[in-house]
């Protein structure tokens, strides 16, 4: 192996032990990884930019401005609420209405989003209750991972591989992941009803004190929140339609994005781009340079080939041999770099005689969203969740969840795969 090829290797390597260990923050290290990837000459400035996914970053900024905006109005806290009073205040049914609430908002909001507007309303929720917050909150991981693989803009990892991949669009993402999440949400909701009931009892006049909020004072802006629902449905209506108007998913999120803010005035766009979330953009930033190192060296390549060597090109055991991996690699490492180097090997697949890419794709997903939940480090979802609830005195242990999110994890690849081989290998 030529000398800048163990180069690009050594500095993936260090990077990525530095991203696990979360000493130093992870978008520092990713951009200092991609950087030295360009300043040591193993990528040059220009095929480093060709490497950057504008899609992505485009689909996701535009995406945050518009439900932070939408936040503004108090809708989410709205929904919680209502669904709370719906539960007749009881502990376990809001639960379950909350769980239901936080899989539907990841996959049409992506799930970092949801957990952000949905953990406060939670604490909220516990409060009046006096019920410890930390069942509902890993709870809420699992659905904000397994609503968010639903569609094209759920979960991160869907939004990289359908803007690598053009032929999977917002209506493909649906058609082919929905089934198997809604299969997964009606089996794992039980579970969390089962594992956790004990652990969330209250008393009746705790029950009532929830009834007797009311939901409609916390609509803050009902001018902002018919914009906002307007703008937020005529943007999900791209999605399903960007392929037969012959646009990007970027910009129509972006499109929908600057609408509202023109709707909203100069104040809004102030306040809406100090909510994008800046640290996950340059961290994808860093990732993509990252992974083109290892693309230009011919790295990924080398990988395709051994993966096929592996499994003799054979369809079925290659898709099974992405998604296990995914999912067991997804659940110790963060999934996001780890699909930003899945997808240039899968790529070579198919310059390298694999035919029908289709099945390897859905795998990837499947198994990245799905292996999220299984550590409390496997999905950036599940890190912010885990740092809201430390904040308000409710630290979720590392072990804690793995007790729970591992065999859950497995349980759900397990159903995923008898999914794809029927659906797709049989």
């Given at each position: 192996m030529e000398q800048q090829a163990i180069l690009a290797i050594g500095i993936f390597l260090v990077t990525y032990g530095f991203i696990i260990a979360e000493k130093i923050h992870r978008t520092i290290v990713a951009m200092l990884g991609g950087i030295l990837m360009v300043v040591l000459g193993i990528v040059d400035q220009e095929s480093a930019l060709h490497h950057i996914d504008f899609n992505t970053l485009g689909l996701l900024i535009g995406m945050m401005i518009i439900v932070s905006i939408t936040a503004e109005t108090g809708l989410f806290k709205y929904i919680a609420l209502i669904s709370a009073k719906k539960a007749k205040g009881d502990p376990v049914q809001i639960m379950v209405a909350l769980v239901l609430i936080t899989a539907v908002g990841s996959a049409f909001l992506d799930n970092v989003t949801t957990v952000l507007l949905m953990v406060p309303v939670t604490f909220s929720i516990t409060r009046q209750l006096r019920v410890n917050p930390v069942p509902y909150l890993i709870t809420q991981i699992f659905a904000s991972n397994i609503g968010g693989t639903a569609t094209l803009i759920g979960d991160p990892p869907n939004i990289m591989i359908g803007s690598a991949v053009k032929e999977l669009t917002f209506m493909a993402f649906i058609t082919n992941l929905a089934p198997i999440v809604i299969v997964i949400m009606a089996i794992t909701v039980p579970i969390?009803?089962?594992?956790?009931?004990?652990?969330?009892?209250?008393?009746?006049?705790?029950?009532?004190?929830?009834?007797?909020?009311?939901?409609?004072?916390?609509?803050?802006?009902?001018?902002?929140?018919?914009?906002?629902?307007?703008?937020?449905?005529?943007?999900?209506?791209?999605?399903?339609?960007?392929?037969?108007?012959?646009?990007?998913?970027?910009?129509?999120?972006?499109?929908?994005?600057?609408?509202?803010?023109?709707?909203?005035?100069?104040?809004?766009?102030?306040?809406?781009?100090?909510?994008?979330?800046?640290?996950?953009?340059?961290?994808?930033?860093?990732?993509?340079?990252?992974?083109?190192?290892?693309?230009?060296?011919?790295?990924?390549?080398?990988?395709?080939?051994?993966?096929?060597?592996?499994?003799?090109?054979?369809?079925?055991?290659?898709?099974?041999?992405?998604?296990?991996?995914?999912?067991?690699?997804?659940?110790?490492?963060?999934?996001?770099?780890?699909?930003?180097?899945?997808?240039?090997?899968?790529?070579?697949?198919?310059?390298?005689?694999?035919?029908?890419?289709?099945?390897?794709?859905?795998?990837?997903?499947?198994?990245?969203?799905?292996?999220?939940?299984?550590?409390?480090?496997?999905?950036?979802?599940?890190?912010?969740?885990?740092?809201?609830?430390?904040?308000?005195?409710?630290?979720?242990?590392?072990?804690?969840?793995?007790?729970?999110?591992?065999?859950?994890?497995?349980?759900?690849?397990?159903?995923?795969?008898?999914?794809?081989?029927?659906?797709?290998?049989?």
């Open positions: 969390f009803v089962f594992l956790f009931r004990k652990q969330i009892q209250t008393t009746s006049e705790l029950k009532m004190s929830i009834m007797q909020m009311n939901e409609q004072d916390v609509i803050t802006d009902r001018k902002l929140l018919i914009k906002s629902l307007t703008v937020l449905g005529l943007t999900i209506i791209g999605f399903f339609l960007h392929q037969t108007l012959h646009l990007e998913s970027a910009t129509v999120a972006l499109a929908g994005a600057f609408l509202l803010l023109l709707l909203t005035g100069e104040h809004s766009m102030e306040v809406a781009f100090t909510k994008v979330e800046w640290t996950t953009i340059f961290f994808f930033v860093g990732l993509f340079v990252l992974v083109s190192g290892l693309v230009e060296t011919g790295v990924i390549s080398k990988l395709a080939a051994q993966a096929i060597e592996l499994t003799g090109g054979n369809l079925i055991a290659t898709s099974f041999l992405i998604l296990w991996l995914s999912a067991i690699a997804s659940a110790f490492l963060d999934n996001i770099p780890f699909v930003a180097t899945m997808i240039p090997m899968i790529q070579e697949m198919g310059n390298m005689g694999v035919t029908n890419l289709e099945p390897l794709w859905w795998s990837l997903a499947l198994g990245a969203c799905l292996g999220g939940n299984g550590t409390l480090i496997g999905a950036s979802a599940n890190l912010i969740v885990a740092g809201m609830s430390g904040k308000e005195g409710h630290p979720i242990k590392f072990v804690t969840f793995m007790k729970y999110g591992f065999p859950l994890m497995l349980l759900t690849v397990i159903i995923a795969s008898v999914y794809v081989y029927f659906r797709y290998l049989f």
